[in-house]
């Protein structure tokens, strides 16, 4: 049975930063593709950023370029993001997503909810201005 459980969402006000964990059971973060999504109100889920190679290698679109970083700790088989700057507009409803396994050179561009297999129950965050 894979699990993924997110947690460290939470209320902050713009400008501040939260980190968010993706503990995984039943799979191993260092040897698949991984992504962070997020979901606002109104709108589809989209896919900001991905993990792959042991966490050696991450991509991001423009919308959190420079802000978010992901991370991962291999022998805790955790994922992170860590969120800095956050702004009214990255309010939304966050999720850890996991693939099946693959090469990593298949890992890039993987931004799409249908390239990813395990999903999170996700975290709540929310940023006033």
């Known amino acids: 049975l894979v699990q993924l459980v997110e947690s460290g969402g939470g209320s902050v006000q713009a400008g501040g930063s939260l980190r968010l964990s993706c503990a995984a059971s039943?799979?191993?973060?260092?040897?698949?593709?991984m992504a962070w999504f997020r979901q606002a109100p109104g709108k589809e889920r989209e896919g900001f950023a991905t993990?792959?190679?042991?966490?050696?290698?991450?991509e991001y679109t423009d919308s959190v370029k420079g802000r978010f970083t992901i991370s991962q700790d291999n022998a805790n088989n955790v994922m992170y993001l860590q969120m800095n700057n956050l702004k009214p507009e990255d309010t939304a409803m966050y999720y850890c997503?996991?693939?099946?396994?693959?090469?990593?050179?298949?890992?890039?561009?993987?931004?799409?909810?249908?390239?990813?297999?395990?999903w999170g129950q996700g975290t709540q965050v929310t940023v006033s201005s």
């Open positions: 993990s792959y190679e042991g966490g050696h290698a991450t």
């Open positions: 997503a996991a693939g099946t396994p693959r090469p990593w050179v298949d890992c890039p561009g993987r931004f799409r909810n249908k390239d990813y297999t395990y």
């Open positions: 039943g799979y191993l973060v260092s040897s698949n593709c």
